[in-house]
């Protein structure tokens, strides 16, 4: 049975035109832009000089691709007090921390955890387009690079912060900003289910079941005490 895979290819990219760069062989090299057009097969026809108009439109074509890619890393306001780091190079990184809060936590039925609104501890979080690590805070204040950093108390992230986001559709590629960035990264984090623990390591002193039982059910504030401290300090996410 034949199976039409068009669909599944994506994009199609045709051939429109092509450059080729001329140079001498002078100790003061010459350049020289060639532009071909492409006919219905591919093939190059009709060279002629790249005129400046030419030129114009190709970098600015080229630079809105690249504001496109980067749009992330760039904040459409006054930068928040809560970001710490930003690094458009590469896949690009940045680092924020979020004070202590109230969110909507989802579990499987399985732990015995009812998905519920509770208290969290201060988090550092650390994302690339494709990847996102979180760990805790002890203090709510504003992290140096000397602040030390805990695990955080979360299933489904692995002793080193990275996080297993399961089947949670990432979407961060395509934010417009990076309060957009963030806030998209922050949302597939709590809206994934947690489920287990990774790694064979427990990211707090004590019981994590009990522990999210305690402060859900009861609604009680998140108690610091039972973080655990995995010998990273902020300056170790740079």
Known sequence: MNH???KELGTMYHPHSALVIYQSKDVNKVTYVEQFDMDANGNPINAHPLTTREAERLSKSLNTKQLQNNACFISKSILSTTVLSINPS???KVIWYSKPQKRHLFFIDKLGIPSRVA???ALVWKATKNQLSV???KNTSRPTLKTK???????NVYKNGGVCMGTVNIKVVKSSSLEEFILEWETHFFNSYFSHLLDNYNPIQGN??????DVIIANKPFPKDVLKLNNKTL????
Do not use: C, M
């Open 4 to 6: 039409d895979i068009t």
């Open 235 to 238: 300056k170790d996410l740079f």
């Open 90 to 92: 590469g896949q690009g």
């Open 119 to 121: 208290h969290l501890p």
């Open 135 to 137: 760990y805790a805070l």
């Open 149 to 155: 950093l805990y695990y955080a108390p979360f299933f």
């Open 208 to 213: 994590l079941v009990s522990l999210w039982q």
